[in-house]
C-alpha cells in the first residue's frame, strides 16, 4: 500500500510537471506572437524592419491611395517604403515582416499589366507543394481592393486573391480585405475608415469578434468626429498625375483625393445619397466633368457645346452629320440624360469620367426639366460666342434656337427610364433627335418611339474584339449586342450602324463586319477613324492605332464591294476621317443620293400619329457631300480654316 501511494505520487509529481512546462510554453508561444503582432516597441525605431506598402495601380487610384495611407502612417509614426510591384522581387516576400497591398482590379478580374509577374508569382507559390505553407509565417499583411461593383463576380477579384493566397503561404492577415467601390462615391470614406482602423491595429489597438478597439490610438485628424461619424474626406494634395504633372482630365478610377475641398462640396451621406436617394453624379464626378466644360443638368443629365457648333458659327464649316444628314451644326445640341453607361470603352473620349452601370438605380429628374435646362444652358454657352471674330449675328441668333439633338455626348441615353418622354418633348418644339446607343440595353431599343435617326455603335465585329474594346459589364454582352442589331432591324425609322476603325483592334475583321449587315439591316453605315483624345491611364491607345482618311476609305470601299450592290459609298467627311455607306435600294434614286433629312416633314410625320418609314423623309444629298467630291464634304458656303502647325523641330545632333 505504502508502494502503490510513493508511485501514485511519482505519477501525479511527473503530471503536474508536465503541465506547467505546458503552460509556461503555451505562454512564451501566445507572447511572442503577441509581440509580432502589436510590437511594444516604437515601429519606428531603427530596431525595428521598416514595413512594405503595395500599390498595384493602372489609372493611379491605388497609387494616390497608397500615397496617402503612407502619409496617415508616417504621422502615427509607422515607418513603410512605398513599393511598385514591378520594381520588387517577390521571392524577397520571406523575408518581409509586415506588407499593406492596396490593388486595384483590372479586366476580367485580373491585376494590371506591370503587376502581372508579382501576382502571378504568389499564385503559383501558394498552388506549389513544395513551397509550403510556412512560406510567409513571419509576415502580418492586410489589403485594401479598387474595383467596380458593376463588373458584379470580378469586384475586387485581384485583392481577394492577394488576402487568400497569402493567408495560404502562412501569413497572417491583421485586418480584413477592405473593398472600395469607385462607382459608389465613397471611396474615400471607405478607404479611411479602413486606414484608421489598420493603424489602431499596427499601434496596438486589439480585434475581439470582428471589432476594433482603437482606444490606445493616438493619431491626430479631423476626419473622425467625437460622435465616431466620418466626415467626408477629400485630400487636395493629390490633385496632381502620377508624375507630378497636373491632369486637365480625371479618369473615374482616379477619383482618390481628386474632388472638391471640405468648404465648397456639397453634402452627402456616406453612401452618396441626397435626401435619402442616390445620385448618379457625385461631387467628385461632377467636379471632374464641369472641369471639362459641360453642364450638368440635375442629377443625372448633362450637355456641352460641340467644336463643330462654334465651327459653323464663326463659318468655318459643320460637322460630317452636317455633309451627311443636313444638321445645320450651329443649332445643333449636344446632350445627354444618362451620363451612366454599361461599357467602358477603350477609346472613350470623356476618358471614363462618367458613371457604370447594368440599370438604372439612381435618382430620377422630369424629363420636361431636363429639357428646359439643357435647352437654357446651351443657348447661354452659345451666346457666351458673341463677340468671337468670325461669328455673324445672324448665326449667332439662329443657335439660340436649336433644331437638332444628339443624344451621343456621353454615357447611355436609353437607359433613363423616361426616354420616350424625353423625346416627345424634343420633338413638340420642333428639334430632330439623333440618339446612339451601345447596343447592350435592347429592350430598350424595342420600346423606343421614333425618333429622326436611331444609331448603334458597333465597336467590333466578334466577340472577343468587343469585349476587349468595349469592356462591358455584362456577362452576356454579346447576345445583347446581337439582340440590340436585330431590334435595330424592326425599326421602321432612319437606322445607322456607327463603326469605329481602331487600328491594330478591329480595322482587320471586314469579313466578320459584313456578316453583322444581315443581322439589323441598317439604313446607313457610319465608318469613322478614331478620335485620339490625348493619353489616358485607362486606354492602351496611341496615334499609332489612328488610321488615315485613305484607310477608312479602302475599308468602306472593301465592305461596300461585299454587299454587292447592297450598300453603296454615299458621302464623306474627310476632315472627320468619316465615310458614310447608304443602301442604294432606299437612297439612291435615278443615280441621286438622298442621304439628307427633310427635317420639317419629319416633324410633320411625328405629329400625325400614323406609321412612317425613313423613305417618307429623305432629301436630296449636294453634290460637294458626295463621295468623291472635290470639296471632300465641305460645304463650300463656309470658309475654310486652316490652324498653323508650329512643332518644335527635332534635334539632328
Known amino acids: 500500500m505504502r508502494i502503490f501511494s510513493q508511485s501514485a505520487r511519482f505519477t501525479l509529481l511527473a503530471l503536474l510537471s508536465a503541465s506547467t512546462l505546458y503552460c509556461f510554453y503555451k505562454s512564451l508561444r501566445l507572447k511572442r506572437h503577441a509581440a509580432l503582432l502589436f510590437p511594444a516597441s516604437n515601429p519606428s525605431s531603427s530596431s525595428s524592419p521598416r514595413g512594405k506598402l503595395f500599390f498595384v495601380s493602372q489609372t493611379g487610384t491605388s497609387e494616390i491611395l497608397a500615397r496617402r495611407l503612407l502619409r496617415f502612417l508616417t504621422s502615427s509614426g509607422i515607418s513603410f517604403d512605398l513599393v511598385h510591384p514591378k520594381d520588387y522581387e517577390p521571392e524577397d516576400l520571406s523575408k518581409e515582416a509586415l506588407v499593406l497591398i492596396v ?13 502581372g509577374f508579382f501576382s502571378n508569382w504568389l499564385a503559383e507559390s501558394a498552388d506549389d507543394f513544395r513551397v509550403g505553407s510556412m512560406l510567409l509565417s513571419r509576415c502580418k499583411f492586410a489589403v485594401f481592393g479598387v474595383g467596380s461593383r458593376s463588373y458584379g463576380a470580378t469586384f475586387n477579384a485581384v485583392a481577394r486573391g492577394f488576402s487568400e493566397r497569402m493567408r495560404k503561404l502562412g501569413g497572417l492577415q491583421v485586418l480584413p480585405v477592405g473593398e472600395g467601390d469607385v462607382d459608389a462615391g465613397d471611396l474615400d470614406e471607405v478607404f479611411d475608415v479602413w486606414s484608421w482602423k489598420l493603424i489602431s491595429v499596427l499601434k496596438g489597438g486589439c480585434v475581439e469578434n470582428g471589432d476594433f478597439d482603437g482606444s490606445k490610438v493616438v493619431v491626430e485628424s479631423d476626419a473622425e468626429t467625437n460622435d465616431g461619424s466620418e466626415e467626408d474626406y477629400y485630400d487636395d494634395s493629390d490633385a496632381d498625375g502620377e508624375n507630378g504633372a497636373e491632369t486637365t482630365i480625371v479618369d473615374l478610377e482616379d477619383i482618390a483625393g481628386k474632388g472638391p475641398s471640405r468648404k465648397t462640396r456639397t453634402m452627402t451621406t456616406s453612401n452618396g445619397t441626397i435626401n435619402g436617394e442616390k445620385e448618379m453624379v457625385n461631387p467628385v464626378i461632377r467636379a471632374s466633368l464641369e472641369k471639362q466644360g459641360y453642364k450638368i443638368i440635375g442629377s443625372h443629365s448633362g450637355v456641352k ?8 458659327l464663326r463659318g468655318r464649316g459643320g460637322c460630317y452629320k452636317h455633309s451627311f444628314y443636313g444638321i445645320e451644326s450651329h443649332r445643333c445640341m449636344e446632350a445627354t ?27 430620377m429628374d422630369d424629363p420636361i426639366e431636363i429639357v428646359n435646362s439643357a435647352i437654357d444652358l446651351h443657348t447661354k454657352m452659345i451666346r457666351q460666342m458673341k463677340g468671337v471674330p468670325g461669328v455673324k449675328e445672324e448665326r449667332l441668333s439662329e443657335g439660340l434656337s436649336p433644331r437638332h439633338c444628339a443624344l451621343s455626348l456621353v454615357g447611355e441615353p436609353i437607359m433613363y427610364p423616361e426616354i ?10 420642333q428639334i430632330s433627335t439623333f440618339l446612339v446607343t451601345n447596343a447592350q440595353f435592347p429592350e430598350k431599343i424595342k420600346e423606343l418611339k421614333p425618333i429622326t435617326q436611331l444609331y448603334v455603335s458597333v465597336d467590333a465585329a466578334t466577340k472577343d474584339s468587343l469585349k476587349a474594346i468595349d469592356r462591358p459589364l455584362f456577362g452576356d454582352f ?13 425599326k421602321q425609322q432612319r437606322t445607322v450602324y456607327r463603326l469605329t476603325l481602331v487600328k491594330g483592334w478591329n480595322a482587320e475583321d471586314i469579313d466578320a463586319y459584313f456578316d453583322l449587315f444581315s443581322v439589323g439591316k441598317p439604313d446607313f453605315v457610319e465608318i469613322k477613324g478614331v478620335t485620339y483624345c490625348g493619353s489616358s491611364a485607362t486606354s492602351k491607345l496611341t496615334m499609332e492605332n489612328v488610321p ?4 477608312v476609305k479602302a475599308f468602306s470601299e472593301t465592305l461596300a464591294l461585299k454587299s454587292k450592290g447592297e450598300y453603296e459609298v454615299a458621302c ?11 443602301k442604294t435600294e432606299k437612297f439612291k434614286v435615278d443615280n441621286q443620293w438622298f442621304t439628307w433629312i427633310d427635317y420639317e416633314k419629319f416633324h410633320d410625320l411625328v405629329a400625325s400619329g400614323r406609321p412612317f418609314t425613313s423613305k417618307d423623309y429623305m432629301a436630296a444629298t449636294p453634290s460637294w457631300a458626295v463621295y468623291g467630291a472635290e ?13 498653323e502647325r508650329r512643332h518644335r523641330p527635332k534635334n539632328t545632333d
Open 103 to 115: 490593388a486595384s482590379t483590372w479586366e476580367d478580374g485580373n491585376p494590371p499589366p506591370d503587376s
Open 305 to 312: 457645346l460641340c467644336r463643330w457648333t462654334k465651327s459653323q
Open 337 to 363: 440624360p444618362s451620363l451612366a453607361c454599361a461599357n467602358k470603352c477603350v477609346f472613350c473620349w470623356r476618358h471614363h469620367t462618367n458613371p457604370v452601370g447594368k440599370s438604372w438605380r439612381w435618382k
Open 420 to 429: 420616350n418622354s424625353l423625346i416627345d418633348e424634343l420633338h413638340r418644339r
Open 478 to 490: 454579346w447576345e445583347r449586342f446581337l439582340d440590340s442589331l436585330k431590334a435595330l432591324r424592326e
Open 548 to 551: 488615315w482618311h485613305s484607310d
Open 572 to 582: 464623306e467627311h474627310v476632315h472627320s476621317c468619316c465615310v458614310l455607306l447608304a
Open 631 to 643: 470639296e471632300g464634304g465641305f460645304d463650300p458656303v463656309q470658309s475654310r480654316y486652316r490652324k
